[in-house]
């Protein structure tokens, strides 16, 4: 026994010498490489502080970066840019010159030999060491090449329902992974109608919601490109479409339609053209059902199209009072609803059927239950005004407060909104009771 706990101390130090060793190596390996990365910044500072000090032609220096260029390339208006900068501007979706302005025919970049051949030559006229060339910025970059190959999908989608599929099933991925392809939907008048042709007719809704639910997800890809919010929306298929899959099609669908509703409604006007064309009612429906995996984009696309007065009446009338108020019972994404709520009782048809389904104690219980400020807050928004015009909602807050003093409570602790609002239901209650006094006596 005494011999094999000997062993197996002896073993333990050769494993903890071994230990040492490795981190020894690591540390120095640490220590290395830190001082390459010191001795490489160091160099660099030095390499700029001495461009500083001379002075550099400026066709020598990036018309984005105003650095001396290491790598400069021409672009199809014969203007020269240093590599990774203009990758980077063409990375971001832009397809202009960033000097002139002009569209560009295609996104090649072809190497500029003769200014990098005068620029090495002025380095050496003076006596400095031109860097090296940085790495091409590939990652997202779309080249005519990956142009072409998108041209290539959509030309599918007026082919075979096989081939409709597997190529729908592409650009989704490819507008999902690289923001430069979505880009390229702005730039030509066919693409959106190649792109939606085959859920033109209600058959290919119904019948194939695979491919419904690829079409609909890219049109929620291409929405979130800045620039194409306002194209998307007022080409005449889409928002009608993005209605329909809220009704149909998998949940995965329904989900990805309202998504791109709220992200379409980034814009005003949109929000406008959107309630317009009947969306509010669709939204409200998923809503009601409750399906967990929609719950999130349905309650934001509510949100942002509630935001303008214009869309509020047309909320209240297709049942959105009702159904948030079911939810919120069932404390249901709370916060989204309060917030969507709180849009909605500043129109005067909300007031009743606020009054009528129990509005007023559900609104106290949150009070009284939640910690969180702005939910509470947008409960005493909410109740300031329904009493504001409803005298059986000001009795009911009134016998509520006598009991627990939740008003009270709110307008001493709560945020500095909400705090002004407690206190101005407070007012209406004392006022009243006066009121109520005089009238008796």
């Known amino acids: 026994m005494a011999k094999s706990e000997a062993m197996g101390v002896s073993d333990g130090e050769v494993l903890i010498e071994k230990g040492n060793n490795n981190n020894n190596n690591a540390i120095q390996a640490l220590t290395a490489l830190k001082e390459l990365k010191l001795k490489k910044s160091k160099k660099k500072r030095a390499l700029s502080s001495q461009f500083d000090q001379l002075n550099v032609p400026d066709e020598f220096r990036c018309p984005i970066s ?92 007026s082919s075979t329902l096989s081939e409709q599929k597997e190529a729908a099933k592409e650009i989704r991925m490819l507008t999902k992974r690289m923001p430069s392809f979505r880009s390229f939907f702005g730039e030509s008048t066919y693409a959106l109608p190649q792109l939606l042709g085959p859920l033109t007719t209600a058959e290919s809704l119904e019948d194939h919601p695979d491919l419904q639910e690829d079409l609909i997800t890219t049109i929620l890809n291409l929405s979130i490109h800045d620039s194409n919010k306002k194209l998307i929306a ?34 005003d006007e949109n929000k406008l053209l959107i309630a317009e064309l009947g969306a509010l009612k669709p939204l409200i ?14 309650t934001s696309a509510l949100f942002n199209l509630c935001k303008i007065r214009e869309n509020r009446g047309i909320a209240v009338r297709d049942g959105a009072v009702k159904v948030i108020l079911e ?5 249901v994404h709370v916060s989204e609803l309060l917030a969507i709520l709180a849009f909605l009782s500043t129109h005067h048809l909300a007031i009743d059927e606020l009054e009528n389904l129990g509005s007023v104690d559900c609104l106290l219980s949150i009070i009284s239950e939640s910690s969180c400020e702005p939910d509470r807050e947008n409960c005493i ?30 307008a001493e602790n709560g945020t500095s909104r909400a705090r002004r609002k407690a206190n101005g239901l407070l007012n209406k209650l004392r006022l009243n009771r006066r009121i109520n006094y005089t009238h008796t006596a």
Request: proline share 5%; hydrophobic share 40%.
């Open 285 to 298: 429906d998923l809503l009601e059902q409750g399906h967990e995996t929609a719950m999130k984009d349905v």
């Open 327 to 331: 939810k919120l019972k069932e404390r």
């Open 381 to 410: 928004v909410i109740l300031h005004d329904i009493c504001g015009y409803s005298r059986f909602a000001l009795k009911e807050v009134r016998d509520e407060e006598k009991e627990k003093g939740i008003i009270s409570n709110l």
């Open 66 to 157: 105003r650095e001396i260029m290491k790598d400069p390339v021409v672009l199809s208006t014969g203007q020269t840019y240093d590599r990774p900068f203009i990758q980077k501007w063409l990375k971001e979706g832009n397809r202009t010159c960033p000097q002139t302005q002009q569209v560009l025919s295609h996104i090649e970049l072809t190497p500029n030999h003769l200014v990098r051949e005068l620029i090495l030559q002025w380095c050496k006229d003076h006596g400095i060491e031109l860097p090296p060339p940085l790495q091409d910025v590939n990652d997202g970059f779309v080249t005519d090449a990956d142009r072409n190959h998108l041209n290539m999908l959509l030309d599918k989608m």
């Open 234 to 267: 007022e080409f005449p298929a889409v928002i009608p479409l993005l209605i329909e899959s809220l009704q149909c099609g998998t949940i995965e669908t329904r989900a990805n339609a309202a998504a791109a509703l709220f992200t379409l409604s980034a814009l």
